[in-house]
């Protein structure tokens, strides 16, 4: 790949994981602590429904982010021909579904962390070696 089509794949991963982390932050709103503030209610309860919904909103942020995330992965793969928007939709879609990861870690079970890595680490090998393998012996 060329240098100039290097570059672009770069700025369109880079802008590609910005567009979608900030437009998922202005669409689906993080809770905030002082919505479940209420009178005659205690610190203890109000903190515990605010880390409940919180905890929720983690959990369906990774959902989303990753999802969306495993699709321009796949679209990538699939724009190859167009090498540096391929690559740089591909490089969104990794950067997107790290984003979803580092914003939900307290949440996700340790064990379900492990599993996930290991199954995201192995769907890129494999798609790497059957989509982009091919396109190199081209």
Do not use: C
Not at 35 to 42: F, L, P, Q, R, T
Not at 58 to 68: A, E, K, R
Not at 109 to 136: C, N, P, T
């Amino acid at each position: 790949m060329s240098l100039p089509k290097t570059f672009l794949a770069i700025g369109i991963a880079i802008i590609f994981a910005l567009f979608i982390g900030y437009t998922l932050d202005v669409i689906y709103k993080e809770p905030s602590y002082g919505d479940y503030k209420k009178e005659n209610v205690s610190y203890t309860e109000t903190r515990n429904e605010y880390d409940a919904a919180k905890s929720s909103y983690q959990l369906n942020l990774f959902v989303i982010l990753s999802v969306i995330g495993i699709i321009a992965i796949i679209a990538g793969l699939y724009l190859h021909s167009y090498e540096g928007i391929g690559s740089g939709i591909l490089g969104g879609g990794v950067l997107t579904a790290t984003y979803g990861f580092i914003r939900s870690w307290q949440t996700l079970d340790e064990y379900f962390k492990i599993f996930l890595l290991f199954l995201i680490l192995i769907l890129l090998i494999y798609l790497g070696y059957k989509k982009l393998d091919k396109r190199i012996k081209k």
